[in-house]
């Protein structure tokens, strides 16, 4: 039951010229997409709605490449060598590992990218003028790890014990790995730090939080977590563990609560950018938006299933609610 609609508020561009054979309205337009996935999710089928809705379309005005690689630093290499040797118009990167595997290989392809920090990793100079080949979204601020912690506590007010899942591959998670220590620092959590490479490692984490008593499990962003909800919501279960996840997603595959962005609005909203690119926009000078409303959803049905009575008070907050 969605209660509020997702609104962004996002800027503007400068342009400059690009070949003509960019303009959507003369050729094809190729453009290659790589992520850290098995198979296609809501996130891509969201950027291929914000394409359409720039009047890109399969099959008519655009020949899309996209490239999926799970659990694979070499293969994600390898296809992002392949999606640069094609010469596409522009290439997608989702998340930080295909962002770092793509710019390692061209300066000059424009790229749109979604990272949870890309000042910090070094995609662009700064979000209001990136100043190289990358743009795009970032998705995450500091202050989002603090208020998700807060959220939980709110949910569980005798909580002092979270283990925190994140993934060491993913380039943008020690960031998130910082800000949450520092969060629960403040809030007086003990944090318990579980690795977790591959989709192999879940069992084991999940064991290791039951046997030290966590009160709960947070997932940190990475294309890891989000896509493996259901299986670390079917791990928790049993183990009556309330999981807080960040994406609204994971809530609809069994996780407990969530608390960020509309993830795919924020991939859907890739298409402008693309669209600007395409158009004539530079990506040096196209600030990286960042979204402007988070949402918090909760799963009433895994809470019931594990004991969990969500307060009255944060339940009137969510603005999504599965029952």
């Known amino acids: 039951m969605r209660r509020r609609d997702f609104i962004a508020g996002f800027g503007g561009a400068a342009l400059y010229r690009v070949a003509a054979n960019a303009q959507p309205s003369r050729a094809t337009v190729r453009i290659g997409a790589l992520t850290v996935a098995a198979v296609q999710s809501p996130l891509e089928r969201a950027v291929i709605e914000g394409l359409r809705d720039y009047g890109y379309i399969e099959g008519q005005n655009l020949t899309l490449d996209y490239r999926y690689s799970a659990n694979s630093e070499a293969r994600l290499a390898r296809f992002a060598a392949e999606l640069v040797t094609s010469k596409p118009d522009v290439v997608f990167a989702s998340g930080s590992e295909a962002t770092t595997a793509i710019r390692r290989l061209t300066t000059t392809i424009p790229i749109v990218m979604t990272s ?66 520092s969060a629960a620092g403040i809030l007086n959590i003990k944090l318990q730090a579980q690795a977790v490479r591959t989709i192999d490692d879940f069992a084991a984490a999940m064991q290791a939080a039951e046997q030290q008593k966590a009160d709960a499990v947070i997932l940190l962003p990475a294309p890891l977590m989000s896509r493996n909800a259901a299986q670390i919501s079917a791990l928790a279960a049993p183990r009556r563990l309330p999981t807080l996840f960040y994406s609204d997603e994971a809530i609809k595959a069994g996780g407990l609560m969530s608390y960020g962005p509309s993830l795919v609005g924020v991939y859907r909203r890739a298409g402008y950018f693309i669209d600007r690119i395409l158009k004539g926009a530079s990506p040096a000078e196209l600030p990286v938006e960042q979204p402007s409303k988070f949402e918090l959803s909760i799963n009433l049905k895994t809470a019931k299933a594990i004991g969990v009575d969500v307060p009255p008070t944060l339940l009137a907050r969510a603005d999504n609610v599965i029952e």
């Open 116 to 181: 949870t920090n890309p000042v910090g990793l070094g995609f662009v100079a700064s979000l209001a003028r990136p100043g190289g080949n990358i743009t795009g979204l970032s998705i995450f601020g500091p202050e989002v790890s603090a208020k998700r912690l807060e959220l939980l506590r709110e949910l569980l007010p005798r909580t002092t014990h979270v283990a925190a899942f994140w993934n060491p591959v993913d380039p943008g998670a020690r960031f998130s790995l910082q800000e949450t220590e």
